[in-house]
């Protein structure tokens, strides 16, 4: 368990050198793309190509609609098509070059969330855990200034050091991308957020999986309703 503070006025130091290994296009060929339920199946094939994912989980169809899978390697652009077909509910593309999968119609509240601006983010070098915390205290010091920002929760073990980088004016969907196109890459889920969220954020509605200390099985990542 780890206790931090942030000091949303402050500034991180270090340098702004940034090194991005890990991206998708519409033919990049993966393998390991399991028939199985969608959710852990998206998991396993980021984990094991090194393919940043993204996903928004809104209900839970992404945990009872399954994919055929590919004993061979398939393109990214074909195993996007399979999950439009076999989830109706849900979109898959590529944003930024990472697989992003999303509702087709996501509440306003989530869709503000991932949308809102943050003036100036620039992490020092540091894991994907420690980003995402630093990132959750820049959003309740925009929302909620008055407040002190506090996280108390679990962290990922043996991940990487990420190198330091500079956004700015950027939405939290474009600050999450970068985090997992860094190093060896990840994962950021997106849970669906209260439509009190803005002026009520308690929780941190989103986690970030670095794959180079990725020890949760894919199965543990769960919709809502199954946890």
């Not at 991005?20 to 094939?45: D, H, Y």
């Not at 945990?63 to 439009?84: M, N, P, Y």
Request: hydrophobic share 35%; proline share 6%; aromatic share 6%.
């Amino acid at each position: 368990m780890l206790l931090l503070t942030f000091n949303t006025n402050g500034q991180s130091q270090g340098t702004t050198a940034e090194k991005s290994l890990n991206s998708a296009t519409s033919s990049t060929i993966v393998g390991g793309w399991e028939e199985g339920r969608i959710l852990p199946s998206l998991m396993r094939v980021g984990l094991a190509n090194h393919l940043p994912v993204s996903i928004v989980i809104e209900g839970n169809s992404l945990c009872t609609s399954s994919v055929a899978g590919s004993s061979e390697g398939i393109r990214v652009e074909a195993l996007i098509d399979q999950v439009q077909k076999q989830d109706p509910a849900y979109s898959a593309e590529l944003r930024n070059h990472v697989l992003y999968v999303h509702p087709k119609v996501m509440t306003a509240s989530t869709r503000n969330a991932l949308d809102l601006r943050i003036p100036i983010f620039n992490p020092g070098p540091t894991s994907a855990d420690q980003i995402g915390i630093g990132l959750w205290m820049f959003i309740r010091g925009l929302l909620v200034p008055q407040q002190a920002s506090v996280y108390a929760g679990p962290l990922q073990n043996n991940t990487e050091a990420l190198p330091a980088f500079t956004l700015l004016n950027s939405s939290v969907h474009d600050i999450l991308d970068r985090v997992i196109t860094l190093g060896q890459g990840g994962a950021w889920i997106m849970y669906q957020v209260s439509d009190d969220w803005q002026s009520n954020p308690k929780t941190m509605p989103y986690e970030i999986l670095s794959y180079s200390g990725q020890q949760r099985p894919a199965e543990s990542i769960r919709c809502p309703e199954d946890k």
